[in-house]
């Protein structure tokens, strides 16, 4: 009809579809990334039903004690690590469940008996924002088992593996809306969920990171204990001839990634007096968010390496991080390599 213009101009693509074809692409695929997936987007669905409510629901505050990391355990926290827990729990091809918040990974099924993929997540991203009603999230991140290790202690050796072995990663923000991003190795693809029908609707397919940005994201109040070149990089980003950066830090590792990702720039979270080692968890957050990254033509190094060679010794360790733009990681690295 002229003059009319059409409410849905292109068709709605739904993740399950979205997955589906994904994998029709590959003539062995066997269906089960698709049912691992869809395990996480039901997870996350029901942990955004609980953010949406937390106010309401006397789901807000902590729980009173600390977690593996250290950390004051909020109810949320708890509630999504459940949520994973038994959503994925119980899908016959899962081996290993693995999450931030807990000590041990849970055993799922021997990979000899079909469980075949390990799943590691951070099941709510940003705690310290959950009772402010900012941005958080959840992060995942899929490896496939080792079927020929079976041993004493094989569940945790077989979640030590680089990222360059991830199958699929990604997360969810639960912000102003609920967005998923997930990659297979094929680019990265983003979806929103709408909420009348509860289903994630494809928003962006193969999804590209500027090259460059003048934003960082960095919680500045840690600036005297960086290293001396990422104190030097930030000293010039005011200068006249940097022309003008702008600075944006939410606290919520997701919610600043997703939004490097979209307008370029850099996110830093470097070794600091309080955490030596970094703070951010490699195999929970660095590695998945990595993967995104660099799918979608971004770069992500620890101020060393690139993030997805290092090999973990243990579940929890943490690295430094530094990720975003191309152009703008290696502008960073310039001033870490004059150090
Ligand atoms: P969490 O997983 O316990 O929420 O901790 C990780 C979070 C990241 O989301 C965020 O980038 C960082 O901690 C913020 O730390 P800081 O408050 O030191 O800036
Ligand atoms: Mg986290």
């Given at each position: 009809m002229s003059g009319v213009t059409p409410i849905m101009s292109r068709p709605i693509v739904t993740l399950t579809q979205h997955i589906h074809e994904q994998q029709r692409r590959?003539?062995?695929?066997?269906?089960d990334l698709s049912w691992l997936l869809s395990g996480v987007a039901l997870a996350t669905r029901i942990i955004e039903s609980y953010v949406r409510r937390a106010g309401i629901a006397e789901?807000?505050?902590?729980?009173?004690t600390d977690n593996v990391q250290g950390e004051r355990v909020q109810k949320l926290d708890l509630l999504a690590n459940e949520t994973i827990l038994r959503c994925l729990g119980?899908?016959?091809?899962?081996?290993i469940l693995v999450s931030e918040e807990d000590e041990e990974p849970t055993l799922v099924m021997q990979p000899s008996d079909g469980g075949k993929y390990i799943v590691l997540f951070?099941?709510?991203?940003?705690?310290?924002n959950i009772d402010v009603n900012v941005s958080i999230g959840t992060i995942f991140s899929i490896l496939r088992c080792d079927e020929n290790d079976q041993g004493p202690d094989s569940a945790v050796r077989n979640c030590?593996?680089?990222?360059?072995?991830?199958?699929a990663a990604g997360y969810v923000v639960y912000g102003s809306s609920t967005v998923m991003a997930y990659t297979t190795g094929e680019g990265v693809h983003m979806f929103t969920l709408e909420p009348s029908i509860g289903a994630f609707v494809l928003?962006?397919?193969?999804v590209r990171m500027p090259e460059s940005g003048k934003t960082y994201s960095v919680n500045e109040a840690y600036r005297d204990s960086f290293s001396r070149g990422v104190q030097d990089y930030l000293a010039w980003?005011?200068?006249?001839?940097?022309?003008g950066y702008g600075s944006r830090y939410i606290g919520s590792l997701v919610a600043d990634f997703h939004r490097t990702l979209l307008k370029g720039g850099v996110f830093l979270y470097p070794a600091t007096a309080k955490n030596p080692s970094g703070k951010?968890?490699?195999?929970?957050?660095a590695n998945p968010i990595a993967f995104l990254a660099e799918q979608a033509g971004g770069v992500a190094t620890d101020f060393s390496g690139r993030i997805m060679e290092k090999k973990p010794d243990s579940l929890h360790v943490r690295t430094p991080l530094l990720i975003g733009s191309k152009n703008e990681v290696e502008r960073v690295m310039e001033f870490v390599g004059r150090e």
């Open positions: 590959f003539p062995v695929a066997t269906g789901v807000l505050g902590e729980v009173g119980y899908r016959e091809i899962v081996g951070d099941p709510l991203d940003g705690s310290s030590l593996q680089p990222g360059v072995r991830q199958v928003q962006s397919e193969n980003t005011k200068t006249k001839e940097a022309g951010l968890r490699l195999l929970y957050e």
